[in-house]
């Protein structure tokens, strides 16, 4: 499984015309990613079929929100589901950079049967695997991570060992500089099935549909 993600439009109609599964869209690249454009979402669903998990983060920086900024992820929640989102990403975290058990499961609950995928924000918590017991418990359906390190490449001991103990329980989405030229050395190295990639090449803005191409047969 190969998803994109997708940080503006152009980058999301190349990946949703492509051999990709789906995509992850948001926006504003240079915050990590953040809370997409609906009507820009909109588009993308009246024009495309491929599955579209949409970025629920009212702003970049850290996973602790404040009250009104959880309450911006509920709405947001509620007006990407009543306009056909397949899927939702988000992660919210305490003080102590432990998962935040009551707001993600608020969250979870309120997108009911639209899978969650628990996103990179696991990366910053000091147990990965507690964490990863937690998201399970909480339902979410997927978590992206690059195994608590800055990339995959650096993750993938502990990447393999999460792939190991949870993939029957939850989908394990390896990302985190995950590209053609690395992604065979991770998949053979972890024995991951779900890679996560902007595949945007070196000094280019956008994603690249050859760079998809090679991304998708490197893990076929």
């Known amino acids: 499984m ?8 152009t980058s999301a109609e190349t990946a949703l015309r492509s051999v990709a599964d789906r995509i992850e869209f948001c926006a504003e690249q240079q915050l990590g990613g ?32 404040s009250e009104d900024e959880f309450l911006q992820m509920k709405q947001s929640l509620i007006d990407f589901k009543k306009s056909g989102a397949d899927g939702f990403v988000f992660g919210i975290l305490n003080s102590g950079n432990t998962v935040d058990e009551a707001r993600n499961r608020e969250l979870v609950e309120l997108a009911e049967e639209i899978p969650c995928t628990f996103h990179r924000a696991i990366d910053r918590t000091p147990d990965l695997e507690a964490a990863i017991q937690k998201i399970i418990e909480i339902g979410f359906k997927s978590v992206l991570t690059s195994g608590g390190k800055s990339s995959a490449m650096e993750g993938k001991e502990q990447l393999k060992n999460l ?9 394990i989405l390896i990302g985190g500089g995950v590209r053609s030229n690395n992604i065979s050395e991770l998949k053979n190295y972890t024995n991951g099935t779900s890679f996560h990639s902007s595949a945007i090449p070196s000094y280019e803005q956008f994603a690249n549909e050859d760079e998809i191409k090679k991304l998708k047969s490197r893990i076929s």
């Open 2 to 9: 190969l998803e994109i993600a997708c940080f503006e439009i």
């Open 163 to 171: 792939v190991e103990k949870y993939s029957d329980q939850i989908e």
């Open 34 to 65: 953040i809370t997409p454009n609906i009507e820009e979402f909109r588009y993308l669903k009246s024009a495309y079929t491929k599955p579209i998990f949409v970025m629920l983060r009212p702003k970049g920086g850290s996973f602790l929100y």
